[in-house]
């Protein structure tokens, strides 16, 4: 029998209607997926509104979300984790953490907060439907394991499922991959045993993943090779943050720390994030000349290493105390600049006419975008269009009720927007309490109407692959506050805690 623990027992057996959907009972709030939005979503919950009943539904067999996708060697954190641990809880490790000590990390709330018995794994949420009579959420499930369907209500739907496919990577196709002999893997599904040990590996792409993956294997390889279209902005950082050696020093309390380190780096990042904008020119030059000196000697920068776009319009890749670099400097990895012709038996040919030998070739090559966990939504009948819909300040979709969804940031730590945004969740949850409100939805007020849409995110600003293969797909953004999204964390963290949630674009019922 599946009941939520939260939920009214059942005294008897569950019932079962005529289409062999289970019933799973009935909780408050309903949060989908269990990775960093998910978890401190529910931390917040339990702690502004402990009487609430909650369930949290992943499709995975685990916590973690990103973390417990991706498991291929050295993964590991681009931002320090003072900013992307939780404000609730200090980061007692290094400055940028591998996956599995942010998963112990999440594990320690997940046992400090008592949500183990909340989370139902494997409960992959297929569609959500809307109900203004009776004022509540019907949620259908997929267990991946057993196939069991499931039905669950609930009166708040918290959407927190990340932002790409964690079952379908992006893999593009080339010509000749089917005559290719070796091995072609994907880091989101990385094999368990796979074993590299004397094999020439060509990693397609220059990202963050291809960053961290070539030095982790470049020292069991017999040579890596990463193979990209165009260059990436790199930036090296140490692992270990000396301010933070200082203080633990000091003994002072970890909260204390925690939070100098925050507001170090959460000032750091912001200074950049804004010189992106601002002073693009600059920014360029103080990256590649930070990192020139750590090159190997004679290697064609203006080629290799000088991005064809402004600084930060894709996410800029952390190199941990240089490693990429010094994996190219001792010649186990080396960087080739091409476009892919085609994959013959032995490797890939690329466009010059020269052809990288290959036994292993990882597709570095990034994510399927998904909305809202791709789940079918319907409001009182009617199938919800996104396309057709507006985002209320990146937290609730307009026309959608008793809705809110978690989206980090792209140019900041995700975490720092999750905080953000469960607070003013639970101010909502409150406000609809004091008002005696059993709903609330966001509508374009008259005012509003003839707004100009804008695409949800504006290519001038962020571009990467995965988000400008998706636009059409995705809601839209207006041209005034509150039906925008993607502002900068030093914009949000003043203007959400503020945020009028009776300015008549926010309905209550
Ligand atoms: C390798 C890698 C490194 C990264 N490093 C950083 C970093 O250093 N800093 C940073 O800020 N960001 C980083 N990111 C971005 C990262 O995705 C976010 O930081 C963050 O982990 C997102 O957390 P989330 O809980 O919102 O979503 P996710 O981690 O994507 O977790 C969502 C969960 O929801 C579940 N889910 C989705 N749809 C459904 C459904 N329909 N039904 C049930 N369950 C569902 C999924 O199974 C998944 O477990 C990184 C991403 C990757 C891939």
């Not at 960093?36 to 949290?56: C, N, Q, Y």
């Not at 402004?310 to 001792?330: K, S, T």
């Not at 600003?461 to 059409?472: K, L």
């Amino acid at each position: 029998m599946t009941t939520t623990v939260t939920a009214p027992a059942h005294d008897t057996a569950p019932a079962q209607d005529t289409e062999g959907i289970e019933d799973a009972g009935h909780v408050d709030v309903l949060i989908v997926g269990a990775g960093v939005s998910g978890i401190g979503a529910a931390h917040h919950l339990r702690e502004k509104f402990p009487d609430r009943t909650f369930v949290i539904l992943d499709a995975q067999d685990n916590r973690g979300g990103t973390w417990w996708t991706h498991r291929y060697p050295g993964v590991r954190s681009d931002s320090d984790l003072f900013t992307y641990g939780y404000r609730f809880k200090p980061w007692r490790g290094p400055s940028i953490a591998a996956g599995e000590e942010i998963l112990a990390y999440l594990d320690e709330v997940i046992d400090e907060d008592g949500l183990g018995r909340h989370i139902r794994y494997r409960h992959r949420v297929t569609s959500a439907s809307w109900s203004t009579t009776d004022r509540r959420w019907t949620v259908e499930v997929t267990r991946d394991d057993t196939r069991q369907r499931l039905r669950f209500t609930a009166g708040f739907l918290l959407m927190c499922p990340g932002y790409y496919n964690h079952a379908k990577p992006y893999r593009p196709r080339w010509e000749g991959m089917d005559d290719f002999q070796g091995a072609i893997v994907h880091p989101q599904q990385w094999p368990e045993n796979l074993d590299l040990a004397g094999k020439r590996v060509v990693v397609i792409g220059s990202g963050a993943t291809a960053a961290t993956l070539i030095p982790a294997i470049s020292g069991t390889a017999e040579h890596v090779t990463m193979l990209q279209r165009s260059p990436t902005y790199y930036f090296a950082r140490p692992v270990t943050d000396e301010l933070a050696v200082t203080l633990r020093a000091l003994d002072i309390p970890e909260e204390w720390t925690h939070e100098i380190l925050r507001r170090q780096y959460t000032q750091q990042v912001q200074l950049l994030a804004r010189m992106s904008h601002d002073a693009p020119g600059e920014l360029h030059t103080f990256l590649i000349e930070s990192m020139r000196p750590m090159l190997p000697e004679g290697i064609d920068v203006e080629k290799h290493f000088t991005p064809r776009y402004r600084p930060w319009q894709q996410r800029i890749a952390i190199v941990p105390d240089g490693d990429l670099f010094a994996a190219l400097r001792e010649g186990k990895a080396s960087i080739v600049t091409d476009t892919i012709e085609t994959f013959t038996a032995r490797g890939i040919k690329v466009s010059s006419g020269e052809e990288i030998p290959a036994d292993i070739v990882v597709s570095a090559t990034g994510f399927n975008l998904s909305v809202l966990g791709d789940v079918a939504f319907s409001v009182d009948g009617a199938p919800v269009d996104f396309t057709e819909r507006v985002t209320w300040r990146g937290i609730m979709i307009s026309g959608v009720p008793n809705m809110a969804y978690i989206f980090g940031y792209f140019r900041h730590s995700w975490t720092l927007r999750v905080d953000l945004v469960s607070d003013l969740v639970g101010r909502l949850l409150a406000t609809m309490r004091d008002k005696g409100a059993t709903m609330v939805v966001p509508a374009l007020r008259p005012q509003d109407k003839d707004m100009r849409l804008r695409p949800w995110c504006d290519p001038g600003d962020f571009n990467p692959g995965y988000v400008m293969r998706s636009q059409h797909i995705l809601y839209k953004q207006g041209d005034r506050e509150p039906w925008t999204h993607l502002l900068e964390h030093d914009e949000e963290q003043e203007i959400l805690p503020m945020a009028d949630l009776d300015d008549g674009t926010l309905v209550y019922r």
